[in-house]
């Protein structure tokens, strides 16, 4: 059991996804002191698809959506529930077979951890939200936009994929998780802890699925944001962001897949200064000819 941790503890960290548990410095709830994803304050379960999922609400406003990467939970997310919880209302939910959600009888897949959510905001009536995924739940929250359009207010897509093939995702990533999984020794593979990991391991190398066409039915604003430095390939994160009709981008400088947790001051405020502001998607020429005739005038 030890190994087979290692091993996936090992692709998760190459790929930039985090693997159970709080890796946030903050990581705690102030009021109560009890870890995010682990608070019995804030902490509650509902049931959908025939499966628990366990959820925390933090804060008071408008409602805003936090999704965690593959393999992860709550606790991963402790420096965006921290940054935005003194303004907004934020849900933050453990997917199906991670965290302290339950187990799935079938094979997980992005759409079912998309309608989990959309069944989540349905529970607490939040009307639509802002939404933020991270890696997965980049994915999820593309997905939300494209599925349940009528729940999204606007979208901060931080690393996701189209696809689990090569075009999308830089090939040594693929090659060493295809490894590390593989040498995984075979009775350590057995345990129910294990059997639920690799679910989930396996799950990224053969979703998702997603049509890049259909990223044209996204209504809601969608900040498309990575690294420079990312697991993703620069051309699919463009491709995204062309084709989404309300889309800006954000690449951050020098930057990983961790971005969010190696620099969230960052992170958190590019996320922010697009919720905050209204989305008027500029013209390349027309804006350009504005912003000339303003400088002229300054330097009158």
């Known amino acids: 059991m030890r190994q087979l941790k290692a091993v996936l503890l090992a692709a998760y960290v190459v790929s930039g996804l985090i693997v159970g548990g709080d890796l946030s410095p903050a990581g705690a709830d102030p009021g109560s002191g009890a870890r995010y994803g682990a608070n019995p304050a804030a902490g509650r379960t509902f049931t959908h698809d025939g499966v628990e999922l366990y959820y925390e609400v933090y804060g008071a406003g408008d409602p805003l959506l936090l999704i965690h990467g593959n393999g992860s939970s709550i606790g991963s997310l402790a420096a965006q529930i ?35 959510l959309a069944a989540l ?26 599925r349940h359009p009528g729940k999204v207010k606007k979208i901060a897509a931080m690393a996701a994929n189209l696809n689990p093939g090569e075009d999308a995702l ?6 060493l998780v295809r490894s590390l999984v593989d040498v995984a020794p075979a009775p350590e593979k057995e345990t129910p802890q294990s059997r639920r990991e690799l679910k989930v391991a396996r799950m990224m190398l053969a979703h998702p699925h997603i049509d890049a066409r259909a990223l044209e ?46 620099d969230p001051a960052l992170f958190n ?12 998607r500029k013209d390349r020429i027309e804006d350009l000819l504005k912003s000339w005739e303003a400088l002229k005038k300054s330097l009158e």
């Not at 935005?84 to 992005?110: C, K, L, N, W």
């Not at 830089?170 to 090659?175: A, V, Y």
């Open 121 to 146: 905001l349905d529970h607490l009536k939040t009307g639509p939200v802002d939404v933020l995924g991270w890696s997965d739940g980049a994915i999820e929250a593309l997905l939300l936009g494209i």
């Open 217 to 262: 039915a996204i209504t809601a604003p969608t900040l498309v944001l990575a690294g420079d430095r990312d697991i993703v390939r620069d051309e699919h994160t463009l491709e995204i962001y062309r084709r989404v009709p309300n889309g800006a981008l954000c690449i951050f400088p020098n930057a990983t897949h961790f971005v969010p947790f190696d």
């Open 269 to 280: 405020a590019a996320v922010e200064r697009f919720f905050r502001e209204p989305f008027v």
């Open 170 to 175: 830089r090939p040594e990533f693929f090659t």
């Open 82 to 116: 921290d940054h935005f919880r003194p303004h907004y209302r934020v849900v933050a939910m453990d997917s199906r077979d991670q965290g302290r959600s339950g187990d799935s009888p079938d094979e997980i897949t992005y759409e079912k951890m998309t309608d989990d």
